[in-house]
């Protein structure tokens, strides 16, 4: 496969905005379409399950694998916990033939798409307000009072990087973003 048909999608946008159930929608309807499972330190929430949702590794294995240079992006996305795109994870998703899509952080969707100008769509889904996003998160039942806070002031900093995407998707009615963030990258990849 020439490189530059190896294309990657990065879905960004602050926790509670949707992001989750617009990534869920393309991979349902596309299968040429493959979820890059990223490495994570925190632990396995509910379902979650390792291999799946994330490969749950050691904050000691995570700093091995950076000074390897194993991966494309890494961020403390929370206080203590480190995320990153692992590059074999890309590599075995171009090897099947398919697309990655990326749900990971603003910070690491901006390097990522410095590293890789030609062949990146970065999408930024925006949430209709903070105060909406604090009431997502609130009952989706899975923060303590500290973690809200912290994604929540997380979040407002992160709308301060919105004009740095390729394509913003406002996630008011969330059929309609899914169906915007489907066009944008069917155009993207020539579908
Ligand atoms: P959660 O803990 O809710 O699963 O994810 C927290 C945040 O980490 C989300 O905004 C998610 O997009 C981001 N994230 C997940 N994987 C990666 C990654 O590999 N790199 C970066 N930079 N952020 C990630």
Redesign the pocket.
Known sequence: MASDSRKIIII????GSG?TSITRFLLQKYPALSL?I???T?KP?GEEKDGV??HFISEEDFKHKIEENA?V???M??EG?Y???LKAELERIWNLGKTPI????????I?LQDQFPNRCLSIFIEPPSVAELKKRLESRGTETPESLAN?VNKASYELSFKNHFHKNILNDDLERACSETEQVIKEFLGW
């Open positions: 960004a946008a602050p926790s992001k890059s990223s490495a994570a925190r929430r949702h994330y991966f992006e890494w961020e996305v929370y916990s995320y990153g795109t990326l749900d990971i952080d603003v910070k690491g969707a390097h994604r």
